[in-house]
Nanobody
């Protein structure tokens, strides 16, 4: 079992920045990918970014150049630094962990554990 706890969400003005954190506990040695997804009201959960064990990052096109995912394996924590935020980034952001070595990094169904989510609201 793996437990994930997100933090760092909040309200920010357009153009601002936030950093999300996701702390993993439990059987953390079994984690391959750690990812971030988001879900806006009335929309499906969508992939934002993911990090392989060695820190190799993957991003959805809409956040490339603005968001940075990083991973500290010693602390079992993954971060999402979000810059140049715009109202379209408003959503609940979820952290996810893969322990079965997924095949499609952007597919929510490939991840095995999820955090409770943290709200990010960007005002215009």
């Amino acid at each position: 079992q793996v437990q994930l706890v997100e933090s760092g969400g909040g309200l920010v003005q357009a153009g601002g920045s936030l950093r999300l954190s996701c702390a993993a506990s439990g059987r953390t040695s079994t984690i391959y990918y750690m990812g971030w997804f988001r879900q806006a009201p009335g929309k499906e959960r969508e992939f934002v970014a993911a990090s392989w064990i060695d820190g190799s990052p993957y991003y959805t096109d809409s956040v490339k150049g603005r968001f940075t995912i990083s991973r500290d394996n010693a602390k079992n924590t993954v971060y999402l630094k979000m810059n140049s935020l715009n109202p379209e980034d408003t959503a609940v952001y979820y952290c996810a962990a893969d322990v079965t070595r997924l095949r499609v990094v952007a597919s929510p169904s490939e991840y095995d554990y999820w955090g409770q989510g943290t709200q990010v609201t960007v005002s215009s």
